[in-house]
């Protein structure tokens, strides 16, 4: 059955004044380039996703494997308060999956972790990826998907440079995945939605035919 029957309900669009409390509380978090994902809109990846995280409680959502991840994972250890990814409004922006959602997750760990889980039935949690990196991808655990009004977040935030193994102050890039602390001298850019994400925040995702694992 296609996601688009399975999870048709549009994710309500939440304005900056209901996002207040989460802005005023953020501490951590992900830089994520988002837009349209293997061969859907952007409405409907967020459509996707959230019905999954709603109907098994949590979902994962993949992205490229990045060797900042056990950084990223000592960083997130100091976390406090909740940690969310904010997802960029780039609207133009290219699908990153030339398979159109074709590869799936076939098992995922906690990061950091050494056992390898199969993943939920497909029915119930839809994860696809290019897997470019030796068949291995990285997760958000997500506990909620919400959709806002595009706009650029009240605070400013220091981004974790894994060339320069430290936290820079100035406007976070535009390509790539990159852990946010609160904090710098730039806000981030302007955002469409938001990932309020579950402990451990991220996993690896393996595809079945992955090597070296």
Known sequence: MDTKD?????????????????????????????????????????????????????TLWSFVHSGSASVWLKELSKANRPVYALCSHSPAARDPDPHKGTLFASHFRPLGES??????DR??????????????ALGFKVRRVMSIAPAVP??????????????????????????????????????????????PYLTELRHEYATGT
């Open 6 to 58: 399975r999870f048709p309900k549009p994710v309500p669009t939440l304005s900056l004044e209901e996002t207040k409390g989460m802005w005023e509380h953020f501490e951590f978090g992900f830089w994520h380039p988002f837009g349209a994902y293997t061969g859907r809109s952007g409405e409907e990846v967020l459509e996707w996703k959230a019905g999954e995280a709603t109907s098994h409680g949590w």
């Open 154 to 199: 009240p605070f400013n935030v220091e981004w974790y440079s894994r060339g320069e193994s430290r936290w820079r102050t100035d406007r976070v890039p535009t390509r790539g995945e990159y852990l946010l602390r609160r904090g710098g001298s730039a806000p981030p850019r302007p955002v469409c939605a938001i990932l309020e994400l579950a402990a």
């Open 123 to 136: 029915e119930v949690m839809h994860v696809t990826n290019p897997f470019k990196r030796k068949g291995l």
């Open 115 to 120: 056992a390898w889980q199969p993943m939920p």
